[in-house]
């Protein structure tokens, strides 16, 4: 599992096929997943650390990585497929899981200075990766493409996520 991990956070295509093609690979996505998630609890300001937060933030990761999956992989095969696409949901879990590997670095946000820094180079690390993991699991020879999921399906979540927190939050008196 961690040479898997390596060759993602490496943007090794080579790795991301293995993963697709590895349905017992699930269960080591979720763990790099997990790793990543609370990687980014450790990595917050320690004003803002606590317990409960950090378990929904836990939570709220898998709920996103699954939707995300599910999203990309509609995305991907019904609006954008390629020539050659053909793929189901657990190769896009799989790779995308493992293209959170970079997130793990968010655990150095917790040194004084550095989280900026950590959670950026991070985050756009962890970009990259599902760029280059959803190229591998659609089966895509254009990067464009795979961007293009990508940024789509990211755009629907947003829309999504703020519809939620429109429905869900706060009544304003």
């Known amino acids: 599992m961690l040479t898997r991990m390596m060759g993602a956070a490496?943007?090794?295509?080579?790795?991301?096929?293995?993963?697709?093609?590895?349905?017992?690979a699930t269960g080591q996505a979720l763990v790099v997943v997990?790793?990543?998630?609370?990687?980014?609890?450790?990595?917050?300001?320690?004003?803002?650390?606590?317990?409960?937060?950090?378990?929904?933030?836990?939570?709220?990761?898998?709920?996103?990585?699954?939707?995300?999956?599910?999203?990309?992989?509609?995305?991907?095969?019904?609006?954008?497929?390629?020539?050659?696409?053909?793929?189901?949901?657990?190769?896009?879990?799989?790779t995308t899981g493992f293209a959170q590997a970079p997130g793990i670095l968010r655990v150095l946000g917790a040194i004084p200075g550095l989280t900026v820094i950590a959670w950026t180079v991070a985050s756009l690390w962890m970009l990259v990766a599902t760029v280059v993991a959803v190229r591998q699991a659609l089966d895509y020879t254009s990067t464009g493409r795979a961007l293009?999921?990508?940024?789509?399906?990211?755009?629907?979540s947003l829309l999504f996520a703020v519809g939620i927190g429109l429905i869900a939050g706060p009544e304003v008196s």
Not at 67 to 86: D, F, K, S
Request: aromatic residues 8%; negative net charge.
């Open 148 to 156: 293009a999921v990508c940024v789509t399906g990211w755009i629907l």
């Open 34 to 94: 997990l790793l990543a998630s609370l990687a980014a609890g450790v990595g917050l300001p320690a004003d803002r650390i606590a317990a409960t937060p950090l378990a929904l933030g836990t939570i709220g990761a898998l709920i996103g990585w699954a939707a995300w999956a599910v999203l990309t992989y509609l995305i991907g095969t019904h609006v954008l497929p390629g020539p050659n696409t053909r793929a189901d949901v657990g190769e896009l879990l799989r």
């Open 10 to 24: 490496w943007l090794r295509p080579g790795t991301y096929e293995d993963v697709e093609a590895d349905r017992s």
